[in-house]
């Protein structure tokens, strides 16, 4: 088997061309420089690729599209260079199509998705009959061994060949100058692959800016969620500074974020949004609690980070994810790590205790700590929470995202106020 390497920004399924072909110095040039560029690798005289690599180091990303005879998308390789030598397998996904013309990931294909992580955990979910029937999930019992593999030189791609066709190393490879080139700028304008992007923080302090406008929560005749009241929720006591978020009716807290606060008492705010609706022909005023968030210095926020556990690690982070606390209660809460035994695991936390607002203040005469508790938003689900820092990189505060208000802010650039 021999198989022909073209280099350039992207693979075009529908013309079958690659997109921005470029050389193999320039190529070599962007691997380096951990730029991103495009591999599409194909078997001798066969217009669809066999597989199509998308490498991009300064990301630490190496993601493996593999083809069939139709050009349709069968199996997807996520892998992350965790390590200078080794790429760690974070996600594989394979469809199956039983004719051949069932489009690419069409509803009924059938898929299977296994997540992976360094500390040897895995899931994997099952879809037989693809979206229209039930779906499997179980863990992903992968030996660590095989979650790993050596982090490629640049050209030795026969591995890759091997990956997606079971085993099979080709003969040969050759580089072959692609016969119907595409302008660069279209190539820009036209390539539909990025590395992977975790979730950004949104709009964090507009949250807790009364009278911001964000977009409805949904289509059709309600308003714009607009930022309403920002309740003071008392002082977090912290006697370690380790701060811990969680559902308070969890049976145990988990771990406190990696990084600390000097000890001591620091203002806690609730933030709440509301939007006008209406509901069988009556008007409605409806107020959801978007955020909360607890104040560490008074000095602006030039920064922010995603709040990380002990052993997460957000280089293994694909589109949209982030690492956050659950929630099944309808409740989260803020606690220090030294006060979080006393506290956490005592039931409904908020039965006949919480305020108006559904606060809830708790104290531990032991440590000296005490717990906030507070709605989450919607209810149930997993937040992140997002850590502010000043442009000394001195922790200035700490906010749990609802996910309810929108990426956008309406208005643009300049916020709307009533």
């Known amino acids: 088997m021999i198989i022909d390497v073209t280099y350039g920004e992207d693979w075009d399924a529908a013309s079958r061309t690659v997109l921005g072909p470029m050389s193999r110095q320039r190529a070599a040039a962007r691997d380096t420089a951990g730029e991103p560029y495009a591999v599409v690798l194909r078997g001798e005289g066969r217009p669809q690729p066999v597989a199509v690599l998308h490498i991009a180091w300064a990301h630490g990303y190496f993601g493996v599209w593999a083809y069939d005879d139709q050009g349709r998308r069968t199996r997807e390789f996520d892998l992350r260079r965790l390590e200078p030598e080794r790429l760690f397998l974070r996600h594989v996904a394979r469809w199956r199509y039983d004719t051949q013309d069932m489009p690419e990931f069409a509803g009924q294909a059938g898929r299977v998705r296994v997540d992976l992580y360094p500390d040897g955990r895995g899931r994997k979910v099952s879809e037989p009959r693809g979206?229209?029937?039930?779906?499997?999930?179980?863990?992903?019992?992968?030996?660590?061994?095989?979650?790993?593999?050596?982090?490629?030189?640049?050209?030795?791609?026969?591995?890759?060949?091997?990956?997606?066709?079971?085993?099979?190393?080709?003969?040969?490879?050759?580089?072959?100058?692609?016969?119907?080139?595409?302008?660069?700028?279209?190539?820009?304008?036209?390539?539909?692959?990025?590395?992977?992007?975790?979730?950004?923080?949104?709009?964090?302090?507009?949250?807790?800016?009364?009278?911001?406008?964000?977009?409805?929560?949904?289509?059709?005749?309600?308003?714009?969620?607009?930022?309403?009241?920002?309740?003071?929720?008392?002082?977090?006591?912290?006697?370690?500074?380790?701060?811990?978020?969680?559902?308070?009716?969890?049976?145990?807290?988990?771990?406190?974020?990696?990084?600390?606060?000097?000890?001591?008492?620091?203002?806690?705010?609730?933030?709440?949004?509301?939007?006008?609706?209406?509901?069988?022909?009556?008007?409605?005023?409806?107020?959801?609690?978007?955020?909360?968030?607890?104040?560490?210095?008074?000095?602006?926020?030039?920064?922010?980070?995603?709040?990380?556990?002990?052993?997460?690690?957000?280089?293994?982070?694909?589109?949209?994810?982030?690492?956050?606390?659950?929630?099944?209660?309808?409740?989260?809460?803020?606690?220090?790590?030294?006060?979080?035994?006393?506290?956490?695991g005592r039931g409904n936390t908020l039965t006949g205790e919480a305020d108006p607002d559904g606060i809830l203040v708790r104290e531990d005469p032991e440590s000296g700590g005490n717990l906030i508790a507070y709605p989450s938003g919607m209810g149930d689900g997993t937040y992140p929470v997002w850590i502010g820092r000043d442009a000394d990189g001195e922790v200035t505060c700490f906010v749990a995202d609802m996910l309810i208000l929108g990426d956008l802010i309406l208005g643009g650039e300049e916020l709307l106020r009533d």
Request: charged residues 20%; hydrophobic residues 35%; proline residues 13%.
């Open 131 to 344: 979206s229209g029937g039930g779906s499997r999930h179980t863990m992903a019992n992968m030996p660590q061994e095989e979650r790993w593999v050596p982090a490629p030189e640049f050209g030795a791609w026969e591995w890759t060949v091997a990956l997606v066709t079971g085993g099979q190393f080709p003969d040969a490879l050759r580089e072959a100058p692609e016969t119907n080139p595409t302008p660069l700028a279209t190539a820009l304008s036209t390539a539909n692959w990025q590395p992977p992007t975790p979730m950004r923080p949104r709009h964090l302090d507009e949250m807790f800016t009364p009278g911001t406008r964000f977009p409805p929560p949904y289509d059709g005749d309600a308003g714009p969620y607009i930022v309403q009241r920002i309740i003071e929720a008392g002082p977090l006591r912290l006697p370690t500074g380790q701060v811990i978020a969680c559902d308070p009716s969890w049976i145990t807290p988990g771990k406190p974020f990696t990084v600390a606060v000097p000890p001591g008492d620091y203002r806690t705010q609730i933030a709440t949004a509301a939007y006008a609706g209406e509901y069988e022909g009556t008007p409605t005023h409806i107020e959801d609690h978007t955020a909360a968030r607890v104040l560490i210095s008074e000095k602006p926020t030039a920064a922010w980070e995603l709040a990380l556990r002990p052993g997460e690690d957000p280089r293994t982070l694909r589109n949209d994810e982030f690492y956050g606390f659950g929630v099944d209660s309808g409740t989260g809460c803020f606690v220090d790590a030294a006060t979080a035994p006393q506290l956490i």
